[in-house]
């Protein structure tokens, strides 16, 4: 049953998307976001959204993956959309009872709408088209500067890495407990929410103390193998900017440099 | 003069206690030697000391009272301890929680990149030590959907990375099935073999010491025997005091031998066995 869980799916494949250097992807996600704020009308969105079409044709990741994943956001999305509907005041296109709905709230809750799934979908096509291990690799290195400023950078990815690494060993372990608890009359789908909270304890409890027997382990196998923080470490696979990368920031730069120019321009 | 792998000399080590909880002393004047080249296995019942002698190997442990030394190395030399690593490899007994990296190859790469090794001389000892295991073609898996023999081979992959002169495997294949235990006997016993990388292998399988050159049977952080494996396993009583099972060639004739037969109880393959009782009946 936690097998479907969907934290930071990656969806291997190997076409340019999926090539590009995990840094390019990062540092391009941020430029997307960006060009995503900026825009402000029809022709601008247009670009965005035609931007992303063109990235989800060439990674080869299906649309239906696209709309699932936007699936368990569909509340927020929503929620946002009628309140921006309802709550912008403008020239009234149509009054009933209490409420008004104007003329800029229904433009303004569809960009608001288009904008978040937008957003979402984007910042998907980061994870769905780089391996974890690549994605830290990347952050590692992009943040690598701020090591002077005594941020532990190598730490905190060797713990993502890892972290990554044990979800899969944790879920399994999880379902175990789950049906140890079960066989032993352990009852997780009735009641109501305090209930069904309060059920969980008999697995969280079994879950922490098998994690922390894990960590000691793993800690003292990871001495065994001569881990002694980043310092002098070397590696196996070092990342390189190519020359798919210089196109892909050149082809950022010029969508970035477009949606700021229609934003002058007011389109 | 033989050199000596490790070298354990009037060892004392004890757990120390808190409030609740009284101090243990695990080892008191323990002496102790591995030659180089050697397959060495140490039996003994859980409890019994031997996971806590193997941390001091490589010193995760080090010693309260004594001297421990690897390949002339003192483990309490601080300055020496990657050396100590480096020189002593270690497999625990859940491959799970020894295996660092979502990718196969890149876990193996894990140790060399820790000793700073360059890229090319790492690429290269990780497709040695794949090799080696016999995991080649599942470099690019993640670790996670192996088999439990797979994933522990992969483990002992990771240490031969570091190109070790000693592996210490603490219960390797206690969680494995058959066949997994079976996968990873027989890559350990090529290690010896073929890699002349001198083996100390802890476990409580009776017929997994019987593939050593050397049984050391412990009890109570004592050493109770020390010998071939023919040697230890023909003191049939003397392991039964010790709450120990015998192999089951050696349980058989020790129990036609009560009943009033006499054969020698070092036959340990079943081949031997057959053998000794088809020349006592034919």
Known sequence: ????????????????????????????VVVYIVALFT???????????LCLIVIIGISGVKPRTILKSLKP?????????????????GKTLVSFWISTITYEGLTRAFFMILRISLLVTGTFMLTYTTSPVSLTDGMESLL???RHLHIPVHELSMMMCIALRFIPTLTQETDKIISAQKARGADFESGNLVARAKALVPILVPLFISSFRRADELATAMECRCYHGGEGRTKLKQLQYRARDAVAFFLGAIVLASVILLRIFGL | METKAISVEQLNFAYAGGEDTPTVQVFENLDFSVEEGSFVAVLGRNGCGKSTLAKHFNAILLPS????????????DEDALLDIRKCVGMVFQNPDNQIISNVVEEDVAFAPENLGIPRDEIRRRVDEALEIVGMTKYKNHAPHLLSGGQKQRIAIAGVIAMRPKCIVLDEPTAMLDPRGRR?????IRRLNEESKITVVLITHHMAEAALADRVVVMEHGNILADGTPKEVFSQVQRLKDARLTVPETTQLLYELNQNGYDFSLDSLSVEECAQAIYKTFA
């Open chain 1, 1 to 28: 049953m936690l097998k479907d869980i969907t934290l930071g799916q990656y969806f291997p494949g190997n076409s340019v998307i999926h090539r590009l250097d995990p840094r390019t992807k990062l540092l391009l």
């Open chain 2, 65 to 76: 009272g004594g001297k421990v030394s690897v390949f002339s190395m003192d483990t309490s």
């Open chain 1, 39 to 49: 825009a402000k009308w029809f022709v601008s969105y247009a670009l965005v959204l």
């Open chain 1, 144 to 146: 690598r500067p701020l």
């Open chain 1, 73 to 89: 956001l569909l509340f927020i999305i929503l929620f946002t959309g009628i309140l921006n509907l309802f709550y912008t005041e």
């Open chain 2, 183 to 187: 996968e990873v006997m027989e890559t």
